[in-house]
């Protein structure tokens, strides 16, 4: 009897226990991409990529905040604002092009909330401690365009980009890069996203006459110059940057566009690489939950760019969930070193090893080199 009214005590005990200890946060996860705007080409299979996101990692519960900010910096800074002091975020995920990514990083890095971009942007020192980046850095594809360039014997190379922080930032390591290789940088010629013309910088870049030319831009718009110098007469090889790597890309410039080389993430051309490449099964498990769901030829590279960006955040959580609570200063805490620790995660672009003087980590094996043929991307397995 005694034996049976001491078990039913401890049973009330734990449930009273169960009922009156506080319930583990939710983690609210903040994403504001360009949906609209000049980058909306990126910022749409982004977002769609969030249908494919689990509803928990580690049995805790996700809440996913998506927000457009519509390939503009004010907006993409109000809406981390708002992720951060209204939406309470453990992590803001985003933005799609560079401009609206460092307006967001400002906000990541006076909150002290982990950023994790799917825009290459680049920062100063004391602005990079909490802000990671999913993309492949400039300098690595830049290295890539380079070494096939001089296998082919390209001497002189025009440019023409952006005026905005991605054209910069890919002016400034294709140089570098070139100029390693042995190559010069000729005639520089820059536009605005938001153009409709540009054959002024195309009539002075056809006529400076280099071996080939580089269009630094992103999305639909980087057609814009590609159509106007071969319609100045340029016959020579173009390349495009993996800002370029969306099938709308294809689609606008059709046959205007056949034969451009550019670097992209394994994932574009996942069932062509080689067994052994440890992102081609992701990749391929990636385009076949993608193209389920949004139609055969749908995949994005940029769609997964932001998923290979969930996938650091959920390989970082289930330590930080051991650290602290969701929604504390302690938890963004534990997240933001989690993701600096990244070791091995294999993604759909490469596989990623943070440290804390590398927030891309990412090596040679997250990039290769395709050329638009047939309508498609073909791999190139060859340098000459």
Do not use: C
Request: net charge positive.
């Amino acid at each position: 009897m005694k034996t049976r009214f001491k078990l039913a005590a401890i049973a009330a005990a734990t449930s009273f226990a169960a009922l009156s200890a506080p319930a583990m946060a939710d983690i609210n996860v903040g994403i504001s991409l360009s949906t609209t705007g000049p980058a909306a080409a990126l910022g749409i299979p982004e977002k769609n990529s969030v249908a494919l996101l689990p509803a928990t990692i580690d049995g805790q519960k996700i809440n996913y905040i998506v927000l457009d900010d519509g390939t503009d910096a004010s907006q993409a800074g109000k809406n981390a604002r708002k992720l951060v002091t209204e939406d309470k975020v453990d992590v803001i995920l985003g933005s799609s092009s560079t401009p609206p990514t460092a307006a967001i990083a400002e906000i990541a890095n006076e909150s002290k909330t982990p950023q994790i971009a799917v825009a290459p942007v680049e920062l100063p020192p004391e602005k990079n401690k909490w802000v990671f980046r999913a993309p492949q850095p400039i300098s690595l594809m830049a290295e890539a365009l380079a070494e096939h360039m001089k296998a082919h014997g390209v001497k002189t190379l025009g440019f023409i980009g952006y005026t905005d922080a991605y054209g910069e930032s890919w002016l400034k390591d294709m140089t570098k890069a070139a100029e390693a290789a042995g190559i010069k940088i000729g005639d520089v010629e820059r536009f605005q996203r938001n153009d409709t013309s540009v054959t002024g910088q195309a009539v002075k870049l056809v006529a400076s006459k280099p071996d080939a030319i580089l269009v630094a831009a992103s999305g639909t718009p980087s057609v814009l110059p590609q159509v106007t110098l071969q319609d100045r007469g340029f016959k020579g090889q173009i390349y495009q940057t993996h800002g370029t790597a969306t099938k709308e890309f294809i689609r606008v410039g059709g046959k205007a566009v056949e034969g451009t080389i550019l670097p992209v993430g394994p994932v574009i051309v996942a069932d062509q690489l080689p067994d052994s490449h440890p992102s081609k099964k992701i990749g391929q498990d990636y385009t076949k939950r993608y193209e389920e769901k949004y139609g055969k030829g749908s995949l994005s590279a940029f769609g997964a760019q932001f998923y290979d960006a969930f996938l650091l955040f959920q390989a970082a959580v289930p330590a930080a969930l051991k650290a602290a609570k969701p929604g504390t200063p302690e938890f963004r805490a534990a997240l933001r070193d989690g993701i600096e620790k990244s070791k091995e995660v294999v993604a759909t672009h490469g596989v990623y090893n943070m440290t804390p003087t590398d927030h891309f980590g990412l090596d040679s094996r997250a990039r290769v080199l395709v050329q638009v043929k047939d309508g498609d991307w073909k791999l190139l397995n060859d340098k000459k």
